[in-house]
T-cell receptor
């Protein structure tokens, strides 16, 4: 079975703090992809990053960074120097090669509130 | 280039009424999906389609039907709405190649009273 767990339901930080959103996944497939999406208060879903199971290099994009560790089945997301505009619900998702045509299995999301 | 467009944006139904949600994409994507989002539940797949004329069930298909008569459109139908179908519905599409990211519409907020 495939599963994505985001244990942090809500996180509240003060602007300029660093924050890490945790994501733990389960799959028996050796080929799979991991994603992060952002859902701001306006409600749309915004794609942030995709990672395949063969690439464990960490990635940095501006204030965002992602730490993929197969040994712990984790794909954590860190925001450095958080800003109020980062306030959103963040979803981690998994797509396994053998899954229903690229369907994403989503975690339940982590609501991040960044206070000024 | 509109991407993925969902109509309507909001709808209120009474129990037992029927309705159809329309999803249209202008990116020539083969795959299309319907998800529902409920508080604390993340997004769950209702039905999906891998091409014109084909549909398949997802995780929570009961109470819904879908059709993909044209490649660019994916319709989600509720034949007899129930309060348990109160949710936000998202349509998404993607290209065939690899595991490309899903492109989502802006959602339809449905309330069934």
């Amino acid at each position: 079975a495939q599963k994505v767990t985001q244990a942090q339901t809500e996180i509240s930080v003060v602007e300029k703090e660093d924050v890490t959103l945790d994501c733990v996944y389960e799959t028996r497939d050796t080929t799979y992809y991991l994603f992060w999406y952002k859902q701001p208060p306006s409600g749309e879903l915004v794609f942030l990053i995709r990672r395949n199971s063969f690439d464990e290099q960490n990635e940095i994009s501006g204030r965002y960074s992602w730490n993929f560790q197969k040994s712990t089945s984790s794909f954590n997301f860190t925001i450095t120097a958080s800003q109020v505009v980062d306030s959103a619900v963040y979803f981690c998702a998994l797509s396994a090669y053998g899954g229903s045509q690229g369907n994403l299995i989503f975690g339940k999301g982590t609501k991040l509130s960044v206070k000024p | 280039n509109a991407g993925v467009t969902q109509t309507p944006k909001f709808r209120v139904l009474k129990t037992g009424q029927s309705m159809t949600l329309l999803c249209a994409q202008d990116m020539n994507h083969e795959y299309m999906y319907w998800y529902r989002q409920d508080p604390g539940m993340g997004l769950r797949l209702i039905h999906y389609s891998v091409g014109e004329g084909t549909t398949a069930k997802g995780e929570v298909p009961d109470g819904y039907n879908v059709s993909r008569l044209k490649k660019q459109n994916f319709l989600l139908g509720l034949e007899s709405a129930a309060p348990s179908q109160t949710s936000v519905y998202f349509c998404a599409s993607r290209i065939v190649t690899g595991n490309s990211p899903l492109h989502f519409g802006n959602g339809t907020r449905l309330t069934v009273t």
